[in-house]
């Protein structure tokens, strides 16, 4: 099975508003976690990425925030613009291994 | 230069065609990897190459034959596909191939099989 999952499958947020996407990991022996936004027509672009000897990390208008007590994963982005609608796709690396265990993805609507 | 370029963007091939997927990174980096992408899916992982030598087959069909002539190429030969093979085929590349490196995705190209 599947050992990262998202909460919501959708999100609708107003432009200016904070988003919050979330992740649920199950193997806690994952040490990275990474965080991609796939627009429409093209591939995965990085967002933010954070290892598990952190709890948190930020970025430009990103925050990706990590709870190993509950295996949670967030990614916050702040003051949501237009240009930020697009898929989000939390992944983790286990054991320092070759392949990223991708979730299934969080489609982010920005409405004006 | 953070780029991973994809050609073709788009192919439509026929079952019993014979034709190959290219990727070029120019970042330095020694592994390279091919993710297969179903609509509203998350990649999946098909391939990997570090070092130019095949690290990883996640038990792909024969018909997908990968092929690393260099450290900047990576190649997807395709033989014999079927229409369910039809996809969104990312490339990506990362610094090593032992993880907790960021892995960047090529456009992919847009697979479609009749």
């Known amino acids: 099975g599947e050992s990262v999952g998202l909460h919501l499958p959708t999100l609708s947020v107003q432009e200016g508003d904070n988003s919050i996407i979330n992740c649920a990991y199950s193997n806690s022996a994952s040490d990275y976690f990474i965080w991609y936004k796939q627009e429409s027509g093209k591939g995965p672009q990085f967002i933010i990425d954070?290892?598990?000897?952190?709890d948190k990390r930020q970025g430009q208008r990103v925050t990706v925030l990590l709870n190993k007590t509950v295996k949670h994963l967030s990614l916050q982005i702040a003051a949501t613009q237009p240009g930020d609608s697009a898929v989000y796709f939390c992944?983790?690396?286990?054991?320092?291994?070759?392949?990223?265990?991708f979730g299934k993805g969080t489609s982010l609507l920005v409405t004006p | 230069d953070t780029e991973v370029t994809q050609t073709p963007k788009h192919l439509v091939m026929g079952m019993t065609n014979k034709k190959s997927l290219k990727c070029e990174q120019h970042m330095g980096h020694r592994a390279m990897y091919w993710y297969k992408q179903k609509a509203k899916k998350p990649p999946e992982l098909m391939f990997v190459?570090?070092?130019?030598?095949?690290?990883i087959n996640e038990s792909v069909p024969s018909r997908f034959s990968p092929e690393c002539p260099n450290s900047s190429l990576l190649n997807l030969h395709l033989h014999a596909l079927q229409p369910e093979d039809s996809a969104l085929y990312l490339c990506a590349s990362s610094r090593t191939g032992q993880g907790s490196y960021e892995q960047y995705f090529g456009p992919g190209t847009r697979l479609t099989v009749t």
């Open positions: 190459y570090s070092y130019e030598k095949l690290s």
């Open positions: 992944a983790e690396n286990m054991n320092s291994g070759y392949a990223l265990n």
């Open positions: 954070i290892r598990s000897n952190m």
